[in-house]
C-alpha cells in the first residue's frame, strides 16, 4: 500500500511539474507559433519575452494572428497584411510609416514613385493617390506585400507670373518593400524543373509612366497552337531562384522568381527606372485551355 502510495506521489509530482513547464503562452506568428510569456498587449504591439528569459521582445500587432494564453483565454488578430502575388494584386499592398510594422519581415528592394499634375489646376490628393497606386505596383512586382515609407515630398500648385511659369502639384514616395514570406527554393526548383510554360503576359511599369501596362504576350507554334517552353536553366541563389530562358524577350540573362505554383509562374526583371514582371502559365491553367480551344487562321 505505501509503496503505491508513493508511485502515485511520484507521478503526480511528475505531472505537475510537466504542467509548470508548459504554463507558457503561444503567440501565432505569420511565420509560424511560438512559445513566449507575454508581457503587454499595446495598441500596436505585443511585448513578449521567452521562457526563462528577462530579455523583452516587441513585435507588431500586424504579425500576430492570434494569442494563446497559458490562463487557457485566446485572443485573436487581425492583419491588414494580406497576399500579394504580382501586379494584379497590387491594391493589396499594405503601406506603413511605422518601422515596428516591418520588424522581422524580409526586405525586396528599394522603392521610388513619383506623380506630376497635368495642369496647375491638377487636384492635389489626386497626384497623391496615383503615386501611392505606382508605390504599390512597384511593390507587388518586386514580390513585396509590405512597404515601409521612408520619405514623402509633396508640392502644391504653383501659378506662374508675368516672366515666370508655374508648377503643378507634385509628390514623390520613397521606401523599401517588405515582404512577410519567402520562397522555398527547393520546392520552387521542383515545380520549375522539367514542366513547360506559356508566356501569356508581359507587365511593365517605368517609373516615369502615368501607371502600370498589361499586354497579352501569347505567341504560336507553326502547328497554331500556343508556344510553350521548358527553361533553359534554373539557379539556386542567396536571395532566390533565378531563371533564363530564350524564349523571353529579356535584357538580362536571368529572371527572378516571385511565384512558382502548378499553374502560374511570376519571373521579374529590374533595369534601372524600369520593372518587368514575366507572367507565364502551364497547361494546367485555365487560361491556358482557353488559349487552347481558340481557332488560330
Partial sequence: MNKLFSVFLVTLAFSTASFAQSKNDVLYLLD?????????VG???????????????????HQVTKIEYASGRAETFESPFK?????DDAQDVY???????IAGL??????????????????????KNRALEKLRAEAAMLGAN????????????????????GNSTQTTFTGTGYSTETLDNQAV?????????????????????????????????????????????????????YVSSSQIPTKTRELKVIR??????????????????????????????????RVVL
Fill in 32 to 40: 509560424g507559433p511560438k512559445e513566449v510569456q507575454v508581457k503587454e
Fill in 43 to 61: 495598441f500596436n504591439t505585443i511585448k513578449y519575452s521567452y521562457p526563462n528569459e528577462n530579455t523583452l521582445y516587441s513585435v507588431s500587432k
Fill in 83 to 87: 497576399p500579394v502575388n504580382g501586379l
Fill in 95 to 101: 503601406i506603413t510609416y511605422n518601422p515596428e510594422d
Fill in 106 to 127: 524580409h526586405p525586396k528592394g528599394e522603392l521610388f514613385s513619383k506623380a506630376t499634375g497635368v495642369t496647375t489646376l491638377s487636384s492635389i490628393n489626386n497626384v
Fill in 146 to 165: 509590405v512597404v515601409f515609407v521612408g520619405n514623402v515630398y509633396q508640392r502644391g500648385n504653383q501659378y506662374g507670373g508675368e516672366n515666370q511659369a
Fill in 189 to 241: 526548383i521542383a515545380i520549375l524543373a522539367g514542366e513547360s510554360y506559356h508566356h501569356y503576359q508581359t507587365h511593365r511599369l517605368n517609373r516615369n509612366d502615368w501607371n502600370a501596362t498589361r499586354e497579352i504576350s501569347t505567341a504560336y507554334d507553326k502547328n497554331r497552337k500556343p508556344l510553350m517552353f521548358e527553361f533553359d536553366k534554373i539557379t539556386e541563389k542567396e536571395d532566390g531562384v
Fill in 260 to 293: 512558382a505554383d502548378s499553374e502560374v509562374v511570376i519571373l521579374m526583371e529590374r533595369n534601372d527606372k524600369i520593372i518587368t514582371n514575366y507572367y507565364l502559365i502551364s497547361k494546367e491553367n485555365k487560361y491556358f485551355k482557353n488559349i487552347q480551344n
